[in-house]
Every structure is written in C-alpha cells, then in structure tokens.
C-alpha cells in the first residue's frame, strides 16, 4: 500500500518514536523548571516570613517607624539570595 503525499511513511514514525532525545530534553527542561519554581517559593516564604517578623515587632514595641520591619525584611532577602546562589552552584 502506497502512501499519499500527506501521510508519514511508517519508517519515518518508528525512527521518531525510537529516538529518546525529545524525551531527554523535555525532562531536563521539566526538572529545571520545577527546581526554579521552588527556589522562587523558597525566596518568596523566606522574604514573607521576615516582613511578617517584622511587622509584629514594631506593633509589639509601638515603634513609630518600622525600624524591625525594614531590617528584617532586608535580612530575609540577603539570606533568600545567599541560599539561592548556594543551591544554583550544588549543580
């Protein structure tokens, strides 16, 4: 049976399902983005729970300006990006 113009030949199919490069590279793109997702949940948890600290510090010592706020906060993102830089070079 001869195929027309428009369908695959059967050979060109079992050459492409053959291949396990596609597959590779999916799951190599699937991993890193997974692995990105949680390092940014990770950096966003660790920022929030510094502004969160801080807040209730300045509400508990009735500090006018938000002195505990802004340290902490600043203190969350340094070590947000210490931790992402330590885990981008685990690779």
Known sequence: MENTPGQPDQNDLNKSIQGDELPKKVT???TSFVQFSGIAFQMLGTIGLGVWAGMKLDVWQNNRRP???IVLS??????SLYLFIRQLTKK
Do not use: F, R, S
């Not at 600043?74 to 070590?79: C, K």
């Open 28 to 30: 190599e793109k699937t």
């Open 67 to 69: 002195i505990w706020t």
């Open 74 to 79: 600043l203190t969350a993102i340094g070590a």
